[in-house]
């Protein structure tokens, strides 16, 4: 129903100050949720959190008008092709239609039954969509209000919607992972569109209707074509979720904002990343392209708009653009690769063990700017031992050069290089560049390659590699630009084959890349590799006033200038180096994996390769268990109690939080699982197992499928093994050396087995024992597939047949894929002659809808188990790090089944533990925290009614931690609200927590302590 309304509010301000023409900045009192653009491409409208819409002026930046009316966060926002009114859908379930010229509201679009997250106008400018939580999409008349229309066949939420130039066809983005196209006229849906990993958060249509494109939870944009509902290009770059989409009008290029803080120019012709554009100092929350194409506009969580001159003539003077190189190190251990590091970078020898972890740092390469684009590289030195190649596989996307480094005394110097190859080919297969291979023979003082020159030669050709180099660190060949009185030569092949061209132009201020760079500096330095924000921000400041501060367009390096004061900002030439823009400089470094920001605490770890050592010694201590079931107590990791030899150990207190980091990033990378052993929790790595599967009645003989992939195969394994058995779709389920085994739900054993064909290529067969139900098969060999597609390369699939007369297996598989790339119906028996059809019942119903939903329901179920248990460690790392800063003691236990997730022990003023505590329980606010409609409070549900009488019958008060949707944790005392309340048998907590932060834990320790 449509309500009419009257309501405006008009004011101004000006331009903030230090805005310049290509970098104008608006500023919002609160987080911007929603932008566009108004046809005459001098004004844009912007929604907020705060419930306002807001019309701004681009050239003057001059704030309109304001438009109130809405009770929530303003997630949506577009414009009618007249200019005249505004569309804005918002957190309290209402679309509204404002008047842009008056700011009247004069239409209340009321009919959903949860949030609307997109809006969109037909181009006659008289009907509008809009897509909710409700899972629907709706079509209004935006003269009368009525409801003319509502589309029904997500699954979940409906985040983003986009209409065609034609008006007949609707696009929508949902959580279901889908983007789907609807007829407009008979509500029909067309087409789904499947691909991502994840959520779908955006969509837009290119002008001609013909393609599409989507920005996911999965860290990608998608391109689509709307006709054949192919997928035509993924472009990966964004660091984490891509929350916001546009496109240009002439359909070449399309924008993208992101969580990562920053907003991306892409070609959708070649999907190549034109630009990175870094300035917004927190989640970029929506983009919008201006008419003419040559601006594109962005909002974020940091409470600005942001407008970005897209034409290369109207770039502002303080405008700094660069290039980034990765190149990375690659080998077997002891091969010499950590010596030619030190050569490239500090061209000196030293003697080195085998290196633990990695090593990163810039190197300087005989590389000059181009066309005004600075160019930087980054030297990665990857430890070759085994234990390392899953937390390897993390960091080797991006690459430019690959330089692969071989003994030249080894029998076969090539071993495990094509697991090297193959590993970095699925780390990159995003990246629209191939990386250049260098094959180098380390350490040729001890002698030159065993094989022959046409050996070398031919390999270099199978494998890909652009040159040969023999090099010694100890003597310099090859590999000392002392010795070669100039660049060395290795310097100089690496230089040669980056390819620049095909690598991002980065654009930022000079200002915040001079923040990047002591930022850099700071954690070059020796002392703390774990530092809190604060601290990392004191000596940035401190740094940069030493060196005259961040210098204006022009200026030289250590100019003096005159210093203001105050906290939390120094004044240098009238910029402000504020925390916001060190935040900015630590996120856009996160982003290149330079610098790691723990996600509790307030944390910087300023050197990653630490995380990856004592990721590698657990790895280790999980491949000793005795049993070989590949596990380790997470209380022995967790407390250090584990073998730590070759790490370079940090303090007791930071090594406590990083190792709660690195149990998070294991859990969240799928690499482990977490699970409640007899006496204690256990991280168990399915990739460490040694223990051999025991003889079955199967499986060779009842094998469903064979898929043949490259990659890194240890981590395909891992990843599978965990997601599957996360997934809750099966009853017991049993790890071996290189094979799991799963009960379905309907009884019946189901199992994948992994082999090694040849260096980096495996074999996956999937295998059931007669019984299993058909359609749990389909279901468990479409995981898999899918799986092998996200996490591999070159994956082939292989149906196996046998013959319903005499059980034959059919061996020959060249005449199967003939007969159904021709769509034969059936092949020959090899032993008695009768046909064998491949078209069976597992065929019928491989790839349908149903079994696709299935897939995608056990899929979602494993990523939230895995997420709620990296959210655990998050919120037991926030509680170490706080309480440890406040000089308090937080202890975790294990009673979670009584609501108990630890205790905070205080102290006495002289720092003896007073034996007087509370406790504490630990819970992501995702899935118990909601907004309850009728008194506007925000309320937890207590899912477990034995936890409510557990909390009050502690000694000592319960204070319930939540982590919310923002990111903030906050902490309320429950003990007195449970006593207080009416209803008793309630299980609602209207929650009104604190920030759980120093201040809060000392408050609390002086009621308690006094």
């Known amino acids: 129903m449509a309500q009419r309304k009257r309501k405006s509010n008009r004011d101004a301000s000006g331009l903030p100050p230090g805005a310049k023409p290509g970098r104008t900045v608006l500023k919002h009192p609160d987080p911007v949720t929603s932008v566009a653009c108004l046809p005459d491409g001098r004004r844009v409208i912007s929604g907020s959190s705060d419930g306002t819409v807001r019309v701004w002026d681009l050239e003057s930046g001059e704030l309109l008008l304001t438009l109130e009316g809405h009770g929530g966060t303003v997630w949506a926002v577009a414009v009618t092709p007249d200019g005249r009114r505004a569309i804005s859908g918002s957190e309290d379930g209402t679309v509204e239609v404002w008047d842009l010229d008056s700011g009247e509201l004069l239409l209340t679009l009321e009919g959903h039954g949860g949030p609307v997250r997109g809006v969109a106008v037909t181009p006659d400018g008289r009907r509008a969509i809009s897509g909710s939580d409700d899972r629907t999409v709706k079509l209004w008349d935006l003269q009368s209000g009525e409801l003319l229309l509502t589309l029904e066949g997500h699954e979940v939420w409906v985040t983003a919607v986009a209409v065609t130039r034609d008006a007949r066809r609707a696009i929508s983005g949902s959580w279901d992972r889908t983007v789907r196209l609807w007829d407009l006229q008979s509500g029909e849906l067309l087409l789904t569109l499947e691909g991502h990993g994840g959520p779908v958060y955006a969509v837009a249509v290119t002008a001609d209707g013909r393609r599409a494109i989507s920005g996911s939870d999965d860290g990608t944009v998608k391109l689509w074509d709307l006709e054949s509902g192919q997928l035509l290009l993924t472009l990966e770059g964004h660091g984490r979720y891509v929350l916001a989409v546009a496109v240009t009008p002439d ?321 240098r030439h009238g910029a402000e180096i504020s925390q916001a823009e060190v935040r900015t400089a630590v996120r856009l470094l996160h982003n290149q994996n330079i610098v790691t920001p723990f996600e509790f605490g307030d944390l910087i770890l300023l050197q990653p390769a630490v995380l990856n050592d004592y990721a590698g010694a657990v790895i280790r201590a999980a491949r000793e268990h005795e049993e070989g079931i590949g596990s380790v107590s997470e209380e022995e990791v967790v407390e250090a109690r584990i073998d730590l030899t070759g790490v370079d150990r940090l303090p007791q207190a930071d090594e406590a939080l990083l190792l709660r980091a690195m149990v998070q990033t294991l859990l969240d990378r799928s690499l482990c699982l977490r699970e409640l052993g007899a006496e204690d929790v256990q991280l168990v790595f399915p990739s460490q197992f040694r223990r051999d599967r025991p003889p079955r009645e199967f499986p060779e003989t009842e094998t469903i499928v064979t898929y043949t992939f490259g990659g890194e195969l240890m981590t395909v394994f891992a990843t599978l093994v965990v997601r599957l058995w996360k997934s809750q779709g099966f009853d017991n389920k049993e790890i071996y050396q290189n094979a799991a085994e799963f009960e379905t739900l309907t009884g019946g054993r189901i199992a994948f087995f992994q082999e090694k064909i040849e260096d980096g290529m495996g074999r996956i067969s999937v295998y059931a024992e007669p019984g299993v139900d058909v359609n749990e098969q389909c279901v468990f060999i479409e995981y898999v597939h899918h799986h092998l597609h996200s996490h591999a390369v070159d994956v082939t699939r292989d149906r196996r047949y046998r013959c319903g007369e005499c059980k034959w297996q059919v061996a020959d598989m060249e005449a199967v894929r003939a007969q159904l790339e021709s769509a034969g119906a059936f092949v020959f028996c090899a032993k008695c002659g009768k046909r064998v059809p491949l078209i069976d019942e597992i065929e019928r119903r491989y790839g349908t809808d149903a079994v696709a939903a299935a897939v995608r329901a056990l899929a979602a179920r494993a990523t939230q188990e895995l997420s709620t248990q990296a959210m655990e460690q998050i919120l037991i790392g926030h509680m170490m790090a706080i309480c440890g800063e406040a000089d308090q003691i937080y202890r975790p236990v294990l009673m979670a089944d009584n609501g108990i997730d630890g205790e905070i022990e205080f102290r006495y003023d002289d720092g003896r533990a007073s034996g007087k505590r509370v406790y504490v329980q630990l819970k992501h606010g995702e899935s118990h925290l909601r907004h309850r409609k009728r008194d506007d409070k925000t309320v937890f549900d207590v899912k477990n009614p034995r936890h409510l009488e557990y909390w009050q019958a502690q000694p000592g008060d319960v204070y319930l931690v939540v982590r919310t949707s923002d990111e903030e944790v906050r902490w309320m005392n429950v003990t007195p609200y449970l006593e207080g309340r009416p209803d008793k048998e309630s299980r609602q907590i209207v929650f009104e927590g604190e920030r759980l932060d120093v201040q809060a834990v000392r408050r609390v320790r002086d009621e308690v302590v006094g």
């Open 251 to 571: 359909g070449r290029r399309a924008i993208s904002g992101s969580w990562d803080d920053t907003v991306k120019v892409w070609d959708l012709e070649s999907g190549e990343l034109l630009l990175t554009l870094e300035g917004h100092g927190d989640t970029v929350w929506a983009v919008a392209v201006s008419p003419g194409g040559r601006r594109a506009i962005s909002g974020s969580n940091d409470s600005t708009v942001r407008v970005w001159e897209l034409d290369p003539e109207a770039i502002s003077p303080d405008t700094i653009r660069y290039k980034n190189a990765k190149v990375v190190l690659l080998g077997e251990t002891g091969v010499g690769k950590t010596g030619l590091m030190y050569r490239l970078t500090e061209d000196r020898y030293e003697k080195t063990d085998a290196t633990h972890g990695m090593n990163v740092s810039r190197v300087e390469l005989p590389v000059a700017a181009e066309g005004g684009v600075e160019r930087e590289v980054w030297l990665w030195d990857l430890a070759g031992q085994p234990d390392y190649r899953l937390i390897h596989q993390l960091f080797l996307d991006e690459t430019g050069v690959a330089v692969v480094v071989v003994n030249p005394q080894a029998d076969d110097p090539f071993g495990g290089v094509g697991d090297w190859l193959k590993g970095l080919e699925t780390a990159v297969r995003g990246v629209k560049h191939d990386p250049a291979r260098l094959l180098v023979a380390g350490r040729v003082d001890v002698g030159t390659m065993k094989v022959s020159e046409r050996a070398i030669e031919r390999f270099m050709a199978e494998h890909g590699f652009a040159h040969y180099l023999p090099t010694s660190a100890k003597t310099g060949e090859g590999c000392s630009d002392e010795v070669a009185e100039g660049p060395c030569e290795l310097k100089q092949l690496v230089a040669e084959h980056i390819p620049w061209d095909d690598l991002p132009e980065i654009w930022t201020d000079e200002i915040l890349r001079e923040l990047k760079n002591a930022v850099v500096e700071r954690a070059s330095r020796p002392g703390a590799r774990l530092v809190r924000f604060s601290e990392l921000y004191d000596d940035v400041v401190k740094a940069l006033s030493r060196e005259g501060g961040p210098r204006q367009s022009g200026q030289a390096r250590g100019t003096a200038t005159a210093a203001g004061s105050g906290d939390p900002a120094l004044q």
